[in-house]
């Protein structure tokens, strides 16, 4: 009779999987996230593909169309990013004045609160621009090192999603030869409600993406503030990126207000439109639109996100969440790790088990 592994042993081992999971994203990570970021476009991307089956379309030209009409959403959205990009760097003259002024006006509030002359500050700031000039090379090389992998990784990934719908029978085969015949059924219910899942997150983002530019960028504009939609589309992708995303987009979308307005009045309006969308989106809008599709409570989300950051820059962050989501999806269905589906989960029980 075989013995079984005692508890400690299991969660060690687990933990051990872990650590090693993390270093094989960290270390394979240009191969990793367009492959992982093609499977999940590929589980959006698939009624799209079966309406064209309906209608008598071949495979091949039916897995075509829905990564085409992709490709033109994103081409649309990048072309008014850029395009607004295009209007603010029409206005640099405008902003150079305006962020000189609000230079002005600090230096004078820095001499008259802290006693430091403007010649003071001027030294200062001589020594750390040296500071920053030095090190100018390694970021401008790091930067195009980043560029050049944004473009492959945009480049592999209609490939990647051309291939997983065109064998998704395949891979679903493969899976479940990895189990009993007696195990079928709960992987197929496994697998449906992963692809649900991940349909109705990652649809319900570009409908939060929508909205958000609608309301944050019309809204800023009605209020004559300058840059409004750029603000928005700023906002609304950074949004992506749950509790981190919200915070960098209100730092940006001040800056940007200040390089672009002398009244500080235009700050304040900024800020009380993104703290109204906000407040719109978190308890109304995306509820509704999502549900209770990611309930993963927020310290292990913020958790994973930043370590999906680390192991795999902004991509590893964006994805964290629909990850972490799947994890619990299969944790709750499995015997052996529903007490990490207890971890990532919600659920806060209202009275502790302990006796003491």
């Known amino acids: 009779m075989v013995k079984e592994m005692p508890v400690t042993v299991k969660r060690a081992i687990e933990i051990i999987g872990l650590f090693v999971l993390g270093t094989i994203i960290v270390a394979g990570n240009t191969i990793i996230m367009p492959l992982l970021m093609a499977f999940f476009f590929s589980l959006v991307l698939l009624p799209v593909f079966r309406f064209f ?73 001589n020594v750390q621009s040296k500071k920053l000039f030095s090190s100018l090379g390694g970021v401008l090389s790091g930067a195009a090192g980043s560029l050049s992998g944004i473009i492959i990784f945009l480049g592999l990934l209609p490939i990647y999603i051309y291939f997983i719908m065109l064998y998704r029978n395949l891979f679903i085969r493969f899976i479940l030869m990895w189990f009993k015949k007696e195990q079928y059924q709960k992987v197929e219910d496994i697998i449906r409600q992963t692809e649900g899942m991940v349909k ?20 800023l504009w009605l209020f004559g503030i300058q840059n409004a939609l750029l603000i928005g589309i700023i906002f609304a992708f950074l949004n992506l990126i749950p509790y981190l995303g919200a915070l960098i987009g209100n730092i940006l979308g001040v800056l940007l207000t200040l390089a672009s307005s ?26 509704r639109i999502v549900g209770s599709q990611v309930r993963i409570n927020p310290l292990v989300s913020i958790v994973g ?50 006796k003491v």
């Open 262 to 287: 002398e009244s500080p009045a235009d700050v304040l309006i900024v800020l009380a439109t993104i703290t109204v969308v906000q407040f719109l989106d978190n308890n109304i809008l995306m509820p």
């Open 200 to 219: 109705n997150y990652l649809v319900g983002l570009l409908i939060q993406i929508t909205y958000i530019i609608i309301l944050l960028g019309g809204g």
């Open 53 to 125: 089956r309906k209608l008598k379309v071949p495979e091949v030209i039916a897995v075509f169309l829905p990564i085409l009409l992709l490709t033109v959403i994103v081409a649309l959205l990048i072309w008014l990013f850029t395009s607004q990009v295009s209007a603010l760097l029409d206005d640099f003259p405008q902003i150079q004045r305006t962020v000189a002024k609000h230079l002005d006006d600090l230096s004078i509030w820095i001499s008259r609160s802290f006693g430091y002359s403007p010649a003071e500050q001027v030294k200062f700031i």
């Open 305 to 354: 996100i930043i370590a999906g950051g680390v192991m795999a820059g902004l991509s590893g962050m964006f994805l964290a969440m629909p990850v972490l989501s799947i994890l619990k999806l299969v944790f709750d269905r499995t015997e052996n790790y529903k007490q990490w589906g207890v971890l990532l989960g919600d659920d806060r029980p209202l009275k502790s088990q302990m």
